[in-house]
């Protein structure tokens, strides 16, 4: 079955960029995603990649997509301390429900 | 306010009790997921439904039932709590068309079984 797998902390200063890195397995995947989920809330759709484009990019955010690796990744820029949360990487095929694997999140830490 | 709404917030049950945690959406959304979250485990999908009158199961459907009568409501019910259900419920829905742009997830359900 399909595995998504991340790791699960980090930390970084105010200021810095922050790289979120996620792997899967399953080579159909056509739709990866990122969530956010802050502290007693649910999860909150940050962006979306579709399998045919090796980037995106949404105002701090930049999504990079290396196919032939299964390798995702989340860069978010100027990290502040509202950016503290557990983020979720999530892929789902074509063709059928579209519902999401996720990974088991990484909690990132943004301290002064 | 449009969205995914999940009642109770908390709930403290009794090993052997039963409830129903309700779910509902404003979003005419076809799609409807049950997933629980347990500390390093991230999210496991529990029950899912892709229309009204349909449902299947996830990837830890034992415990847990659920029924979709209508588009808006997805209601999870416990049959007989156990310690091991201990968790945070979510429920999350997509729009038919566009569900692979991603899932809406409502604030969770913070269940404890003594």
């Known amino acids: 079955g399909e595995d998504v797998e991340q790791s699960l902390f980090l930390s970084v200063r105010e200021g810095d960029s922050s790289v979120i890195n996620c792997t899967y397995t399953d080579s159909s995947s056509t739709y990866l995603y990122w969530y956010k989920q802050e502290p007693g809330a649910g999860l909150q759709l940050l962006t979306y990649?579709?399998?045919?484009?090796d980037m995106k990019q949404d105002q701090r955010l930049t999504v990079l997509l290396n196919k032939k690796d299964k390798h995702l990744s989340l860069r978010i820029a100027d990290t502040q301390t509202g950016d503290s949360a557990i983020y979720f990487c999530a892929e789902s095929e074509s063709g059928g429900s579209y519902i999401p694997t996720f990974g088991r999140g990484t909690s990132l830490i943004v301290h002064p | 306010n449009a969205g995914v709404t999940q009642t109770p917030k908390f709930q403290v049950l009794k090993t052997g009790q039963s409830m129903t945690l309700q779910c509902a959406q404003d979003m005419n959304h076809e799609y409807m997921s049950w997933y629980r979250q347990d500390p390093g485990m991230g999210l496991r999908l529990i029950h899912y439904s892709v229309g009204a009158g349909i449902t299947d199961q996830g990837e830890v459907p034992n415990g847990y039932n659920v029924s979709r009568s209508t588009t808006e409501d997805f209601p999870l019910r416990l049959l007989s709590a156990a310690p091991s259900q201990t968790s945070v419920y979510f429920c999350?829905?997509?729009?038919?068309?566009?569900?692979?742009?991603?899932?809406?997830f409502g604030s969770g359900t913070r269940l404890t079984v003594v």
């Open positions: 999350a829905s997509s729009y038919g068309q566009n569900r692979h742009y991603g899932y809406t």
């Open positions: 990649i579709f399998s045919n484009m």
